[in-house]
């Protein structure tokens, strides 16, 4: 297995600690991987096996335990004769009947340390989450960065970044990826696999939904548009002109839905000269860039999209708030927040000709704060700093083990 490091360092100052920890992400990003990373780092740390209890939803050996009381008697039973600290790690946990009311409990009677994960973002703002609400940490796991991309690869010299990065482009970061054949056609069809069952699973069934080929339009669309503005008005009005029934009620629905289940994220745009965020034309990109080749195919043609819905992924990983900007006129890609810190970012695909230089560095140009600002391309040695403003080779920035620190370097005289 290879060690999701961020992921883990994040959860670890919360191990032993009385609060569930809570895994989301989207189906098959490796949130069963990683609670079996954490097994293995208890066990290195001198926790007996015996002490931890592992439930795999997925498994049939589990597929009897279908509600909370089952649950309960379960865990009890296999943590009887067992002495000092347990831990307890359940995966796929909505798929048990009201868990929320199991895991208050353990909590309650210190049970056991508490890991779950979980498919859906909204299953921690259901009615029955109220049980466990103030008494969790949620940690949101994303696919593959491009850095560990080429971990999985194990493709680490210089000289192969360039091709693995087209590689990574094309297939994008599921971590199933790296069992199959590096082929255009099985990866593909491996992807469109899970986005199927992403879809119909998480979407459709969990949210009875019968319209289907609707909500397939819907996120066919959004995929389409991925890094525009946006709005359920937009896509409605695009339904009505094919003819096709869909209001602006229902399509903002749907892609609550597909949001939910990490199919899209939305963006919000945020006002930099009003300091506030705007409640229209938000942008969405896609959980993974391969799940919008699944639904588009691949198209070289819009590779700067493909960029910014990497770029955007990144900076999510890393742990920042993103948002898109606009000042006046002006746009700014993102708008990416942690703790105090701010950057903003501006994305091309190459500074090809002057018109495209005076865009991006003259958008970020307008905005007179002192945070750090920044253009991100594919060119390669430019010596690029126009009135404090940065530019990174964009697969550098992606592999900078630091962000803020990086720019100490970008932003030399």
Known sequence: MIPRKQYLKQITPFIDKPIIKVITGIRRCGKSTFLKIIYESLVEGG???????????????????????????????????????KYLFIDEVQEIEGWEKALSGFLADSTADLFITGLNSRMLSSELATYISGRYIEFKMYTLTFSEFLDFRNALEPEKIDAEFALFIKYGGFPGIHRMEYDDEVVEQYVSSIYNTILLKDVVAHNALRDISLLERIAQFTADNCGNITSSKKIADFLKSQKIKGSVETVQSYLNMLTSAFIFHKVNRYDIKGKRLLEIHEKYYTGDIGLKHSLLGFRIKDISGHLENIVFLELLSRGYKVNIGKFYEQKIDFIATKNSQKIYIQIAYLLADNKTIEREFGALEKVSDNYPKIVLSLDKHLDTNRNGIAWSNLIAFLLSKDIQENFKSYMQP
Not at 67 to 77: C, E, F, R
Request: net charge positive.
């Open 47 to 85: 926790v007996k096996p015996k002490n931890i209890l592992m439930i795999n939803k997925d498994s049939l050996e589990f597929d009897y335990l279908n509600n909370y009381q089952q649950l309960v008697k379960y865990v009890n039973s296999q943590f009887k004769k067992v002495t000092g600290k």
